[in-house]
């Protein structure tokens, strides 16, 4: 398969839906052709696509989907965040990780993404994921958190150091009010031992 054809073809579709809505946020979320669905995901400038066949679960896609990007986004967060993207052969190194866990268990992909931490709150927003609704933590600053799927959140690559900071205080002060001290400085703790970069 041509690689550029098919990323020129899913990006023109993609432009041309939020031309449509005149929304730069909208966009085509899923389309059927024939026996293969493409579900799209944004998050920040990039697309995602995901070729699946028309006869699985949606909401198992979904889940892995959303593990996959935050693993990819986060191998590979130096480039993508310096902008040193010369050719997608820089990315081949992740075929072997998608085959491995592209049916794995959701617990498991769920350990997996928290390895995978670039930054401090990432790294927290990683391990928060059954305490909070993944649309309240993005209500926190819509311009900077992301929704990658029903419970990841991805981090703007270029948030400012104080934004980041005030959002774990925001975060931090629901934890205490919901879970009391010590859970989220718990959380803190372990994220903290495990930035990827």
């Not at 899913?10 to 024939?34: C, H, N, R, V, Y």
């Not at 600053?141 to 150091?161: H, M, Q, T």
Request: aromatic share 10%.
């Amino acid at each position: 398969m041509d690689v550029d054809l098919l990323s020129g073809f899913l990006s023109a579709i993609q432009m041309f839906s939020t031309q449509l809505t005149e929304d730069p946020k909208a966009g085509i979320k899923e389309m059927t052709l024939q026996n293969i669905k493409l579900l799209y995901k944004r998050i920040q400038n990039y697309i995602f696509v995901g070729l699946v066949d028309t006869n699985e679960s949606s909401e198992n896609v979904d889940t892995v989907m959303e593990y996959l990007i935050c693993s990819f986004i986060a191998s590979f967060y130096k480039e993508l965040t310096d902008g040193c993207i010369l050719e997608t052969s820089q990315f081949t190194s992740f075929d072997a990780f998608f085959d491995k866990w592209r049916s794995a268990k959701e617990k498991d992909l769920e350990k997996w993404v928290q390895s995978l931490s670039p930054t401090l709150l990432q790294g927290v927003l990683n391990r928060i994921l059954n305490y909070i609704p993944a649309v309240e933590i993005v209500a926190i600053d819509p311009d900077l958190l992301y929704v990658v799927g029903k419970k990841l959140v991805w981090v703007a690559r270029d948030i400012p150091p104080e934004k980041e900071q005030d959002i774990l205080g925001i975060i931090q002060n629901k934890f205490d009010v919901l879970y009391g001290p010590g859970l989220f400085a718990t959380i803190e703790k372990d994220a903290k031992a495990h930035i990827s970069l």
